[in-house]
T-cell receptor, first 113, second 111 residues
Framework: KAGVTQTPRYLIKTRGQQVTLSCSPI?????VSWYQQTPGQGLQFLFE???????NKGNFPGRFSGRQFSNSRSEMNVSTLELGDSALYLC????????????FGPGTRLLVL | GENVEQHPSTLSVQEGDSAVIKCTYS??????FPWYKQELGKRPQLIID?????GEKKDQRIAVTLNKTAKHFSLHITETQPEDSAVYFC??????????FGAGTTVTVRA
């Protein structure tokens, strides 16, 4: 079974731009979570989607948004990029998203200049 | 929201010795506690998890203990090997579809 995939793997943007990241979960998994990983803050929860519905959201500004499609693929968008948004963005998938193993993708490394 | 604290932030052990990482959580309703290992440049991978109705779980050289009263849980690695060198993250969740992670522990196993 193929693992979680994320595209693109690397991105360089400038301040003020926007970016869209994509995540394809493991086949059959309907829950997708997004995390921001930085050296100083560790893994910070962004949001979780299940059956195209956002069920929880972390403490991030409204510039961070996401969505999930009917095939469970998910995208996250960051608008008006700031230097502090530079990070590794990880998505993780599971069957139902509650008390289960989450399988992580390789991440998208975003650099904002 | 859930707050998870993890200690120590770095841990250096001699090959063959044991390593212990401790985490505390704030939400007494938390019921699922996974541990992830992240090697340099790779994705986090689950190594063991425990639920609130269990006090201890073991898988070969790895064990996790949970003290619900004190709201802390620990990872124990015995007979450490060089391939155990990585960053380890603890996490906790209640039934809110959100995993809250600790800040991570960088473990270095000295040969």
């Amino acid at each position: 079974k193929a693992g979680v995939t994320q595209t693109p793997r690397y991105l360089i943007k400038t301040r003020g731009q926007q970016v869209t990241l994509s995540c394809s979960p493991i086949s059959g998994h309907r829950s997708v979570s997004w995390y921001q990983q930085t050296p100083g803050q560790g893994l910070q929860f962004l949001f979780e989607y299940f059956s195209e519905t956002q069920r929880n959201k972390g403490n991030f500004p409204g510039r961070f948004s996401g969505r999930q499609f009917s095939n469970s693929r998910s995208e996250m968008n960051v608008s008006t990029l700031e230097l502090g948004d530079s990070a590794l963005y990880l998505c993780a998938s599971s069957f139902r998203g509650e008390g289960e193993t989450q399988y992580f993708g390789p991440g998208t490394r975003l650099l904002v200049l | 929201g859930e707050n998870v604290e993890q200690h120590p932030s770095t841990l250096s052990v001699q090959e063959g010795d044991s390593a212990v990482i401790k985490c505390t959580y704030s939400d007494s309703a938390s019921n699922y506690f996974p541990w992830y290992k992240q090697e340099l440049g790779k994705r986090p991978q689950l190594i063991i998890d425990i639920r609130s109705n269990v006090g201890e779980k073991k898988d070969q050289r790895i064990a996790v203990t949970l003290n619900k009263t004190a709201k802390h849980f620990s990872l124990h690695i015995t007979e450490t090997q060089p391939e155990d060198s990585a960053v380890y993250f603890c996490a906790a969740s209640f039934s809110d579809y959100k995993l809250s992670f600790g800040a991570g522990t960088t473990v270095t196993v000295r040969a």
